[in-house]
């Protein structure tokens, strides 16, 4: 990201330079990246002979480097160009480095979808994890079911086309980006429900009283997998990723309200040899896995870590840990999940879209009157645990839910606050701990984003770019 690690030599070079030689050792690829690309690369800026050299294995490689090489220049003037001199040999600390967006609560549009991709690629971030549905609307258009986005998008303008889903994938694509769909179920289904109303028990309170309209599956009807079914299988044909998020989180009200207290459905449940509704929500899991199996083997199947909390089996899953209130919460929760086998991915000290006024990414200790990271405090690994456990971690995201964010907020937002994360899970931990040597880089860093036409926000206190955003306004 904006520290290359290692950096070996680095000096300002009086010479010019005349020429950046790249060579990838397997050639380019029409293959969509996946979790275990190269992203290796070695560059070196040769002040004696003013030239350059970018090596790699893959393209996905080059493509880190060619970015860690557009930050070596800098502007001392406008329309001036100076290039460090560099000896850098550099890869990825963990292979999963994300950013979750969420569509559903409110639409983004494709434009600005794009923009993000551009902006994760100059961070060296390589997952979109692309929360497409939930609760409030249902923007993907499926072709075997149109009406789940006629009738459960907001409008019909709020909808994205297969074209549109390709467009975003295969920009990605091209910056060396996957992208990970989320269909999250059972729970937060209630657009789901708008246009098949049978996929969504009725929902009882304690005094048998209807309660609400209902946010969860029923997974007792046997034409709820029928429908699955089909719904996955054209999904997974769309998408190309090896990997798949399908939510789980956030079930155990609607359990409750909805299955336990329907009468219908305890009724189905017992028939079906259950006695709890816990039973009943792992049978959910090991249908739709065996789905999903069927559908495209060898699809890798992510959860909301409440999912593992119900034993599904390990071998199928990999956990997205969400959960904890402070920092020795979160590594216990890693701990746990990688204990029992599962891969993991963290999310839950990165919840970008928890704001509050001032430099929210870090804080002053009182003590020493010194910025410590709230960001940067936060790693994957740090949790007391095996070095199997330990290797079970693939990495993070920084996640940025929906409820108050929409195109006109999104990128200030999210960068370069996303910065932070996107360094913590590239580079070396001893060389990304401290917040205190952070905020240099991410004020000249916001500074580069926003020189390159992004409307990044101001990460610390009064301070200035050498040039400011301008965009450009015609007077009413």
């Not at 569509?103 to 991709?117: A, I």
């Not at 984003?449 to 990044?456: D, I, K, L, S």
């Given at each position: 990201m904006v520290k290359p690690n290692p950096l070996s030599k680095y000096s300002d070079a009086p010479a010019t330079l005349t020429s950046l030689s790249i060579s990838v050792a397997k050639g380019c690829t029409t293959a969509y990246p996946q979790l275990e690309m190269d992203?290796?690369?070695?560059?070196?800026?040769?002040?004696?002979?003013?030239?350059?050299?970018?090596?790699?294995?893959?393209?996905w490689g080059a493509l880190r480097g060619l970015e860690t090489f557009s930050q070596l220049v800098y502007q001392p003037k406008k329309n001036q160009y100076r290039v460090r001199t560099a000896t850098i040999a550099d890869s990825p600390r963990f292979p999963h480095r994300g950013v979750m967006i969420d569509?559903?609560?409110?639409?983004?549009?494709?434009?600005?979808?794009?923009?993000?991709?551009d902006l994760m690629a100059q961070n060296k971030m390589n997952v979109l994890h692309w929360h497409l549905v939930d609760s409030e609307s249902f923007p993907y258009t499926s072709v075997k079911f149109p009406n789940m986005s006629t009738l459960g998008a907001y409008t019909p303008a709020h909808v994205y086309s297969v074209a549109d889903?390709?467009?975003?994938?295969?920009?990605?694509?091209?910056?060396?980006?996957?992208?990970?769909?989320?269909?999250?179920?059972?729970?937060?289904?209630?657009?789901?429900?708008?246009?098949?109303?049978?996929?969504?028990?009725?929902c009882y309170n304690s005094q048998g009283f209807i309660s609400e309209l209902s946010n969860i599956m029923d997974p007792t009807l046997e034409s709820t997998f029928t429908f699955l079914s089909s719904f996955f299988a054209e999904a997974l044909a769309l998408f190309k990723d090896n990997y798949m998020h399908f939510g789980g989180d956030e079930v155990s009200y609607d359990m409750q309200q909805c299955w336990a207290n329907n009468p219908e459905v305890t009724k189905r449940m017992k028939q079906l040899g259950y006695s709890s509704t816990s039973q009943l929500l792992n049978y959910y899991w090991n249908r739709l896995f065996s789905i999903i199996d069927k559908a495209r083997a060898g699809t890798k199947k992510v959860v909301w870590q409440e999912v593992l909390d119900m034993n599904v089996p390990a071998n199928t899953s990999i956990a997205h840990v969400w959960k904890g209130g402070n920092i020795d919460d979160i590594m216990n929760e890693m701990a746990k999940v990688t204990a029992?086998?599962?891969r993991a991915i963290l999310s839950s000290c990165w919840y970008l879209n928890y704001i509050k006024y001032g430099a929210d990414w870090g804080y002053i200790d009182n003590s020493?009157?010194?910025?410590?990271?709230?960001?940067?405090?936060?790693?994957?690994?740090?949790?007391?645990?095996?070095?199997?456990?330990?290797?079970?971690?693939?990495?993070?995201?920084?996640?940025?839910?929906?409820?108050?964010?929409?195109?006109?907020?999104?990128?200030?937002?999210?960068?370069?606050?996303?910065?932070?994360?996107?360094?913590?899970l590239w580079s070396d931990p001893s060389a990304t701990f401290s917040a205190d040597a952070a905020w240099p880089r991410l004020h000249e860093f916001r500074c580069r984003?926003?020189?390159?036409?992004?409307?990044?926000e101001p990460p610390n206190n009064p301070d200035y770019c050498p040039f400011e955003w301008n965009p450009n306004y015609t007077e009413l």
């Open positions: 992203e290796s690369y070695n560059l070196v800026v040769d002040r004696s002979k003013g030239i350059a050299t970018l090596t790699a294995n893959e393209v569509s559903s609560r409110h639409f983004l549009p494709v434009g600005t979808l794009l923009q993000n991709l889903m390709k467009k975003v994938m295969d920009y990605a694509r091209l910056r060396g980006i996957r992208v990970v769909p989320e269909f999250d179920t059972p729970g937060h289904a209630g657009a789901w429900g708008k246009s098949f109303t049978h996929l969504l028990p009725t029992n086998g599962h020493n009157m010194r910025l410590r990271g709230l960001y940067y405090e936060c790693d994957p690994t740090n949790f007391q645990g095996t070095a199997a456990q330990k290797a079970r971690v693939l990495g993070g995201e920084a996640a940025m839910w929906g409820e108050f964010v929409d195109a006109t907020n999104l990128i200030p937002r999210l960068w370069p606050r996303a910065s932070a994360v996107a360094e913590r984003m926003m020189n390159r036409g992004f409307p990044t």
